[in-house]
């Protein structure tokens, strides 16, 4: 298929067709000289499809929808702490008379992005490993950056110049794959894109910081921490045996040790002539991060040990001793300590009134070896085949009813068919929270220890409430992995 579309997309600007190619050339000239517009960083001439108006109501567009798609961290104080500082740095920047609006999103994944028009957004994942305010205006300076070098406008501008090329080829020569290979080329031009523009945003977040009276190296810091959290990813998907899960937010193009950002880094400081040293009191910074939630929300439900608990479904269930959980957006996952059986469980609303057996029959072809779950369960379970975290095979499956929704438990092994003792005490293990249980499906929390002789990430993480990689993800949110220790005396973050 390669080879065919890329014949016809040779073709295409063959002598034989120098009509489609004059219409083309043309369509360039009118987009060049309709589409250019002035950069506000550079003074020069961009290629842009879209007026400064344009960008702002995409931005509003855009924000409403992420705004539906996450919630903003009920914290005031915080939300305007991060508001307040990215004013200030915005102020500063090329693009000083647009209003930006700054984000705090509820969200446990570390990222942080921008749209046009000066919507900017920060997650709390990425806050809580922060150590210091420097670092943060490091991150909301870059994210400024691609909003003043308006480079969402210029990719969204290239996409939109992408389709009216092709569908001009394809009415001009009647075929879809010409238009599709013409498509192909342009998008892969596009995508050698983004390392330019991700050092022009840190070119520019630089300079802010720089006359914001922030040190431009603590760009750098925030690398670090990230790639940090990169190394910890990698470790943990090869004791897990899986694949690594590929960051792709701020700063994820960058190496650790970036001589070209160090370059970048260094000539800002010396063409502003200076660089600060604000935003260096690191206890000041923790404190305003106290009380700030750490992982999951309690909307998402919470993991302690081997048990799983979620207040707004009244919802407790347990998984065998040892076993690791994730808390995934769609499903929770528990795999075997030696990485050979995972339990996967799903929740559908139910709209039958008919018994588990059925569902399940209903649900999945070749369903064998049933047998209802246990006495006091409105459950079934038994064998069919299936798309499991292994591939498709024959595993176990399981269908409890609770309330008006159906939890779908499905066990699953690498070699075959696992026992069924795992998923029967799972599955078996569902259930309504006790009032004991109401304070335990309440979300984790940043707190704050100061350091006493004897104190180690070990015995800090043998108290801690983390249940997963306790010791590691202390170091994390400390800036110490992968063996720092604190010290007597210092301030440092704990997860209640």
Same mark, same amino acid.
């Given at each position: ?26 369509? +360039? &000239? ?6 250019? /517009?002035? $950069?506000?960083?550079?003074? @020069?001439?961009?290629?842009? !499809? ?118 001009? +080829? &394809? ?6 794959? /010409?238009? $599709?290979?013409?498509?192909? @080329?342009?998008?892969?031009? !596009? ?306």
């Amino acid at each position: 298929m390669h080879n065919q579309q890329h014949s016809e997309f040779s073709g295409l600007f063959s002598g034989a067709a120098t009509g489609v190619t004059r219409l083309l050339s043309g369509l +360039v &000239a009118l987009l060049i000289l309709g589409g250019c /517009a002035t $950069n506000p960083v550079t003074g @020069g001439k961009d290629f842009v !499809l879209m007026s400064e108006e344009q960008e702002i109501a995409l931005g509003q567009q855009a924000n409403q929808q992420i705004l539906k798609q996450y919630d903003v961290v009920e914290n005031d104080e915080l939300q305007n702490y991060v508001s307040a500082l990215g004013e200030e740095l915005a102020s500063k920047s090329h693009r000083e008379n647009l209003i930006f609006r700054f984000k705090l999103l509820d969200d446990s994944m570390v990222n942080a992005f921008a749209l046009p028009g000066g919507y900017i957004y920060i997650t709390r994942g990425i806050l809580a490993f922060m150590q210091s305010e420097a670092q943060l205006a490091g991150v909301l300076g870059h994210e400024i950056g691609h909003v003043t070098a308006r480079h969402g406008v210029k990719q969204q501008s290239k996409a939109q110049a992408a389709q009216i090329f092709g569908a001009i +080829v &394809a009415a001009k020569t009647g075929s879809r794959s /010409a238009a $599709n290979g013409l498509n192909m @080329g342009i998008n892969a031009a !596009l995508s050698g894109y983004g390392r330019s523009h991700e050092l022009e945003a840190d070119r520019l977040g630089a300079e802010y910081l720089a006359r914001t009276q922030f040190d431009p190296d603590d760009m750098l810091d925030v690398i670090g921490i990230l790639k940090d959290q990169e190394q910890f990813e990698k470790q943990r998907a090869e004791a897990e045996d899986r694949e690594p899960r590929s960051y792709h937010g701020v700063f994820a193009s960058h190496p650790k040790n970036d001589t070209r950002l160090q370059e970048v880094i260094a000539t800002v400081k010396q063409l502003e002539g200076r660089g600060g040293n604000r935003g260096k009191d690191n206890e000041a910074f923790l404190r305003k991060l106290d009380g700030m939630v750490f992982g999951p929300s309690e909307d998402e439900g919470v993991t302690r040990g081997n048990r799983f608990y979620h207040r707004q479904l009244d919802l407790y269930m347990q998984f065998p001793q040892g076993w690791r959980i994730e808390n995934q957006p769609s499903s929770i996952v528990a795999v075997a300590p030696d990485n050979q059986q995972a339990i996967v469980v799903k929740l559908e609303d139910r709209s039958r009134r008919e018994p588990p057996r059925r569902y399940l029959e209903r649900k999945f072809n070749q369903f064998t070896d049933g047998s209802y779950i246990g006495s006091g369960i409105e459950g079934y379970a038994g064998v069919a085949p299936m798309n499991t975290p292994f591939g498709q095979r024959n595993a176990r499956i399981a269908a409890v009813y609770k309330d008006d929704r159906v939890y779908l438990v499905q066990s699953s092994n690498k070699r075959g068919v696992p026992a069924a003792n795992a998923l029967m005490s799972t599955a078996g293990s569902i259930r309504g929270l006790t009032t004991a249980e109401q304070d335990l499906a309440r979300a984790r929390h940043i707190g704050l220890h100061r350091v006493r002789p004897g104190d180690t990430f070990a015995s800090l993480a043998a108290s801690s409430s983390l249940t997963n990689y306790a010791e590691a993800q202390l170091r994390l949110l400390n800036g110490m992995y992968p063996d720092g220790e604190p010290t007597p005396g210092q301030l440092i973050k704990i997860v209640k």
